[in-house]
T-cell receptor
Framework: EAGVTQSPTHLIKTRGQQATLRCSPI?????VYWYQQALGLGLQFLLW???????NRGNFPPRFSGRQFPNYSSELNVNALELEDSALYLC?????????????FGQGTRLTVV | AQSVAQPEDQVNVAEGNPLTVKCTYS??????LFWYVQYPNRGLQFLLK??????LVKGSYGFEAEFNKSQTSFHLKKPSALVSDSALYFC???????????????FGAGTRLAVHP
């Protein structure tokens, strides 16, 4: 069974540009989460999509946005990139929103803003 | 608000010795606790979880964790460490603050485990 897949693996953008990151969840999973892992920091919760809707959001500015498609895959868009956005962006999926459900992570997209 | 603390940035242990990686939490209501491991340049791998029941939870790769409600702790343990266990370990918690809703999975800052031969 395929795990969570993320693309691209690496992405280099210049300040002010837009970045689009993609995530395909495990088959049968409806929830997709996005986390930012900056160097030296832990995982910061970004967004949670379930059944095509944004369900929860972390403390990030509106230029961080995304969507979930009918096949439950997801995109994370970061507009007006800043140097501080350089980080590993991790996507995770889970079967549902239940509290006892663990999330499974992809390998991440390393975004570098220059 | 829910939170997770991992008080040690790094834990050093000799191969063959027992290891403990500490985690304390703060939630409203019953906690749902998780441990993950991250190897270099990789995503996170799920190790184990505590939902309810026995306070000692067994997980992957010989790891286990002990839930202590009075101390609000969920420490990760392994009886005999391997060099290959060297990685970054994250504790996470999800609470039920939104009944039946979308309760975030919040992670601690991580603890780097170094197992020396």
């Amino acid at each position: 069974e395929a795990g969570v897949t993320q693309s691209p693996t690496h992405l280099i953008k210049t300040r002010g540009q837009q970045a689009t990151l993609r995530c395909s969840p495990i088959s049968g999973h409806t929830s997709v989460y996005w986390y930012q892992q900056a160097l030296g920091l832990g995982l910061q919760f970004l967004l949670w999509y379930d059944e095509g809707e944004e369900r929860n959001r972390g403390n990030f500015p509106p230029r961080f946005s995304g969507r979930q498609f009918p096949n439950y895959s997801s995109e994370l868009n970061v507009n007006a990139l800043e140097l501080e956005d350089s980080a590993l962006y991790l996507c995770a999926s889970s079967m549902n929103r239940d509290k006892n459900t663990e999330a499974f992570f992809g390998q991440g997209t390393r975004l570098t803003v220059v | 608000a829910q939170s997770v603390a991992q008080p040690e940035d790094q834990v050093n242990v000799a191969e063959g010795n027992p290891l403990t990686v500490k985690c304390t939490y703060s939630v409203s209501g019953n906690p749902y606790l998780f441990w993950y491991v991250q190897y270099p340049n990789r995503g996170l791998q799920f190790l184990l979880k505590y939902i309810t029941g026995d306070n000692l939870v067994k997980g992957s790769y010989g790891f286990e964790a002990e839930f202590n409600k009075s101390q609000t702790s969920f420490h990760l343990k392994k009886p005999s460490a391997l060099v290959s266990d060297s990685a970054l370990y994250f504790c996470a918690v999800r609470d039920g603050i939104i009944p039946g809703g979308y309760n975030k999975l919040i992670f601690g800052a991580g603890t780097r485990l170094a197992v020396h031969p």
